[in-house]
């Protein structure tokens, strides 16, 4: 069974529009994703697509002008806010995207250990340490002394030392160089084997194929294909999405040749299928609706033509 | 016209030197990727290249002339967060403006909708808030173009566009173009020569 | 179900936005201010004068805030009362927030020396409440008219001049900043448009949460006795003369132009504290 499920869920914020008016923006809709215990979902796409408020509508953390509708579920169970803040840190675990969430005043070893919830906090985060490459003399160390590196793998073992069960990494990488990012990512694999289940918002494809099991692609709000990790190979023919593919092919290391246009605003989304004004498949039929996920091949998909 | 900078030297303060005696040289037209482990002060050296920063020891020069710091500086940085680049409170007209007039034909070759234009830094996305910034650093006057991670926070599809686009501006306008990238697949694609700091 | 916010909008007729909200106090304030401002200007000494034959008449139609024991009409008092304090409180506010604005921005641009010098002089003013201070300013200079607005006047802007010493430092560091300067703008060109900017609003609710604390104190002080002189029909002189009156069953005398005051003083707190909102980028679109 999955750990996490989101069903239909659909986040808007009011906003002033101009003058007096307040206008709300759907800048999530129709999302619906499952997370498995033991398994890595890579969650990417641009900016501004709506990854991040996944994450925070999951943790209940969004800003109060946020509206939520839909279905969140941990363990069969319902999140409820009261749940969702009873569960944060314990059972749902976040690593941010800024290592300014460290506590600038505090020595980063007391920081792990105040969020273990073992016997022995202290022996948790020195097995933590170890494992992540940290030195023992880091415990010691303030967030300031701290390099972009050491600092996200601090950020980690808060998460695992917290035991917690899911585990909700936002942009884990940027900014770190190859060596880091592929330790970080190690350890997000070693979590999974434990049993964890991960989810990894990053718009890094590259380094999420290193160790995801499934890929979510996000576009204007919502996902447009749910997709095995071996997809992602070759000229992205085994990929369903035309959105998917053409971020395949814009790789550095593939044909780097992008699409024209760009994301369209939450404002004024089109009317049918919200990739239709700048895929190359499009046909009037596109603009009929938007298309609901449906399965193709081991993987989902939303879009009328993919096959 | 080359862009050299010869034996520069810096630290903050009295810190440790973040790097001594560099030396980097840059022909017009020519495309250099820049490469280091992190913390060695590659964000720093671009400061000092684009004039932000003045370097403890050493010189920048074109053609063999220090750059003058008064007027346009004929170096320009772009970096990783367009966010912190432009001012909160302008509209993004004003910040194109603020470069020079901008030319129509540089903006749908970044593919920035005239839409766009009329709003707050706050509506749009990081993707298309580095398309103003790279059209703002490439007035006509813009000789160098330094860019520090310019594309690391965006997706593939806009990094490929974005980069097409400046490409295409600098061989048309002979431009000299330093690339700092922590990827590898990048940097390859990219660059003519690679620089490697240590 | 995460429970979904939308519940407001079953309200939707009662239901304002912050935006909505605020301008209507706006409104609100200006038109009692114009009321207060006009009244008090049209009456004059006549209007209160003292007529033994209606002595403390309690609140009726034709003396809405009764009378006192000198048969002065009470709403007429509290009308040129109010005036008078909100004409010291404009002038003791408007004075404050420039010197914030003058001492911040010299703070932040001026070098070390400055900066070490006024941020010591905040410190020394906020370390010191404000009453004390003003009283003792308003005392050496005589108190009276002059006396307490000065005082007023330069012991208000410690902390508004802190936060715009902290904007502007964190503006000149910004990286737009640095961008500009890239490009060859001047540092005038970046002072107007980049950094004014970013004061105006912070000027703008500086004042108006200054406004009725700087109307307060002058009522303290001069309730004290130690403001303006009693002849003046103050908010202040009314509610110290009527304090020995209370006991005797006159709550009216206090009560209404008591109320009144806090009425104005509360308003504009709610337009600052909501402009205040409004303007932070990350919180403007809260409820």
């Avoid at chain 3, 201070?133 to 307490?148: D, E, H, Q, S």
């Avoid at chain 3, 950094?195 to 009522?219: C, D, T, Y």
């Avoid at chain 3, 006159?250 to 009425?263: I, K």
């Amino acid at each position: 069974m999955s750990v996490l499920e989101v069903k239909d869920l659909l986040i808007s914020f009011n906003q002033y529009t101009s003058g007096l008016k307040q206008q709300q923006l759907n800048v999530i809709s129709n999302l619906t994703i499952t997370l498995e215990k033991g398994e890595i979902l890579a969650v990417v796409g641009a900016s501004g697509s709506g990854k991040s408020l996944l994450a925070h509508a999951i943790l209940g953390i969004l800003p109060s002008n946020a509206n939520v509708s839909g279905t969140l579920r941990y363990d069969g169970e319902v999140l409820t806010p009261a749940k969702q803040a009873s569960l944060r840190g314990s059972e749902i675990a976040l690593i941010p995207q800024s290592v300014n969430y460290l506590d600038p005043l505090m020595r980063v070893g007391n920081q792990v250990r105040t969020s273990a919830r073992v016997e022995n906090p202290v022996t948790a985060q020195r097995k933590v340490f170890e494992r992540l490459h940290l030195h023992e003399n880091v415990e010691k160390m303030y967030p300031f002394q701290l390099s972009g590196g050491m600092a996200r793998r601090t950020l980690l073992s808060t998460a695992i030392v917290s035991g917690a069960k899911v585990i909700i990494a936002d942009e884990p990488t940027p900014g770190l160089d190859p060596v880091v990012i592929k330790e970080a990512m190690e350890s997000f694999r070693e979590l999974a084997d434990s049993g964890c289940a991960v989810m990894l918002i990053t718009h890094d494809i590259v380094s999420a194929l290193s160790i995801a099991d499934k890929i979510a692609v996000f576009y204007a709000g919502t996902t447009v294909e749910i997709a095995p990790v071996e997809n992602f190979a070759g000229d992205g023919e085994a990929l369903r999405h035309p959105y998917s593919k053409a971020l395949w092919r814009a790789l550095p290391q593939n044909d780097f040749i992008p699409i024209p246009g760009a994301q369209p605003h939450p404002g004024d989304l089109p009317p049918g299928c919200l990739f239709a004004p700048r895929c190359p498949l499009a046909t009037p039929e596109c603009d009929r609706g938007q298309p609901e996920m449906r399965t193709l091949r081991d993987g989902m998909v939303r879009c009328i033509h993919a096959t | 016209m080359q862009l050299e900078a010869r034996n520069i030297s810096f630290r903050y303060g009295n810190g440790p030197y973040l790097f001594r005696g560099v030396n980097v040289t840059v022909e017009q037209g020519e495309i250099v990727g820049l490469t280091a482990p992190s913390g060695r002060g590659k964000t720093t050296l671009c400061r000092i290249l684009a004039g932000f920063e003045k370097p403890l020891e050493g010189s920048v020069t074109i053609d063999g002339i220090p750059v003058s710091s008064k007027g346009f500086h004929p170096v320009q940085l772009v970096l990783q967060h367009p966010e912190k680049a432009v001012n909160p409170r302008w509209k993004m007209e004003k910040v194109l403006s603020e470069g020079g007039k901008p030319d129509s034909e540089l903006l749908s070759l970044l593919g920035i909708e005239k839409e766009w234009l009329t709003r707050w830094p706050n509506e749009l996305s990081g993707g298309e808030l580095q398309r103003f910034c790279v059209v703002r650093a490439l007035n006509t006057n813009t000789r160098f173009l330094i860019a520090d991670e310019m594309t690391t926070m965006l997706d593939a599809i806009t990094q490929a566009q974005i980069w097409h686009a400046v490409l295409e501006v600098a061989k048309a306008r002979g431009m000299g173009i330093i690339i700092v990238s922590h990827e590898e697949m990048l940097i390859q694609r990219l660059c003519d020569r690679v620089i490697e700091l240590k | 179900m995460i429970p979904n916010l939308k519940t407001d909008q079953k309200l939707k007729r009662f239901y304002m936005n912050r935006r909505q909200k605020t301008l209507l106090t706006i409104v609100v304030a200006a038109i009692i201010l114009l009321c207060v401002v006009v009244g008090g200007a049209l009456l004059d000494q006549d209007q209160i004068a003292t007529n033994l034959t209606e002595r403390n008449l309690a609140p009726s139609l034709q003396h809405l805030f009764g009378t006192d024991w000198l048969g002065r009409d009470m709403f007429n008092r509290t009308i040129m009362g109010l005036s008078l304090s909100m004409g010291v409180g404009l002038i003791g506010a408007i004075g404050s927030t420039s010197i914030a604005l003058i001492l911040g921005m010299a703070a932040a641009t001026m070098g070390k020396m400055a900066d070490r010098l006024i941020s010591w002089l905040i410190d020394l003013f906020l370390s010191v409440p404000h009453l004390v201070t003003l009283i003792l300013i308003a005392f050496t200079l005589g108190g009276g008219f002059k006396g307490i607005v000065i005082g007023l006047a330069v012991t208000h802007w410690p902390s508004l001049a802190r936060v715009i010493r902290a904007e502007v430092m964190q503006i000149r560091s910004a990286e737009y900043v640095q961008i500009s300067r890239q490009m060859g703008k001047s540092r005038w060109w970046i002072a107007t448009h980049h950094i004014f900017p970013h004061l105006i609003p912070q000027l703008l609710i500086g004042f108006m949460l200054m406004f009725p604390h700087v109307i307060l104190h002058e009522a303290a002080v001069t309730f004290l006795g130690l403001g303006l002189s009693p002849h003046e029909p103050a908010i202040g002189i009314i509610l110290s003369e009527s304090m020995k009156y209370l006991s005797s069953g006159m709550w009216w005398l206090a009560f209404f132009p008591g109320l009144c005051l806090l009425m104005i003083v509360r308003m504009f707190e709610t337009v600052g504290g909501n402009l205040r909102l409004l303007i932070d980028p990350v919180r403007a679109n809260e409820k």
